[in-house]
């Protein structure tokens, strides 16, 4: 089978939200492949008329790498499909099996056109802000290879973001909680995220430029989430709370 139908494959699965088998346990094929697969699979959600909003980094944390297994860190698409509101509701409907995991998002000031550093990483950053992340594995069981979460867009599916404060906010070390109807359900620090969230930014601008993906001013990168994530129901009000960046919350409608 080729890069293109199994591209179909996982784009079918995200659409009817219904899960599919490891496409990995029929086929063999490396992880240069799935990102081919993963490209292959957005351009699918671009011809329906979807646009590229960002990056997000995956299992930038061990919390998220011994939560599924994966010790690699992982990169995938953002589109404006998956964007929900503020405080506004997701529509359960459109999901498999959906998670929520606390995460910090910065929004990009200037088209980066290098691998950046920790020395000019702040200068192309207009904002960082709390953000909860929802997860969605196309596989069922929410189980997966390496190979199998990038070929799926690293279980993209949709993310919420809080309001943006200046990038010279210090957010290497702060509390990050997840809270289900107002009662927390993972507590951690941003610490977690490769010792400081800055770092997934520079990985991101790192992979963007091996893989060929512009990142452009007005782009969103997800750091990755500092806890395990978290399943999520119907009828539940979802927040994450970070210190000094504020909440941001959303309902499982
Ligand atoms: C893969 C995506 C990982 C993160 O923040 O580490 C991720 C998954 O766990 O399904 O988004
Ligand atoms: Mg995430």
């Not at 200068?123 to 390496?146: T, W």
């Given at each position: ?56 980094m995956?299992?930038t ?12 860190m992982?990169w ?39 691998v950046l ?77 490769l010792?400081?969230?800055?770092e997934s930014l520079i990985a991101a601008t790192r992979l963007a ?14 750091a990755g ?29």
């Amino acid at each position: 089978m080729n890069i293109n139908e199994l591209a179909n494959i996982l784009d079918q699965a995200a659409l009817n939200a219904s899960s599919i088998a490891q496409i990995s346990k029929m086929h063999t094929f490396s992880e240069k492949e799935a990102y081919a697969i993963q490209t292959a699979s957005l351009e699918k959600r671009y011809t329906r008329g979807e646009k590229f909003i960002g990056l997000k980094m995956g299992f930038t944390s061990r919390a998220k790498m011994e939560q599924m297994g994966v010790h690699d860190m992982i990169w995938g698409r953002l589109t404006d499909a998956m964007l929900i509101e503020k405080e506004g509701t997701m529509d359960f409907s459109r999901f498999i099996h959906p998670r929520a995991e606390p995460e910090i998002c910065f929004l990009i000031k200037k088209d980066i056109d290098q691998v950046l550093t920790l020395e000019n990483v702040k200068d192309y950053v207009e904002g960082v802000a709390a953000a909860i992340e929802i997860i969605d594995s196309r596989y069922q069981n929410f189980k997966f290879s390496l190979e199998d979460v990038i070929a799926d867009n690293c279980s993209s599916s949709g993310l919420v973001l809080g309001d943006w404060l200046s990038p010279k906010t210090d957010i290497s070390n702060l509390k990050m909680v997840l809270e289900v109807n107002h009662r927390p359900v993972q507590v951690g620090t941003s610490a977690a995220i490769l010792d400081n969230p800055w770092e997934s930014l520079i990985a991101a601008t790192r992979l963007a430029h091996q893989y060929g993906q512009k990142i452009s001013a007005g782009n969103y990168i997800m750091a990755g989430a500092a806890t395990p994530a978290v399943y999520v129901e119907s009828g539940q009000y979802v927040q994450v709370k970070v210190e000094t960046l504020g909440n941001v919350g959303f309902n499982v409608g």
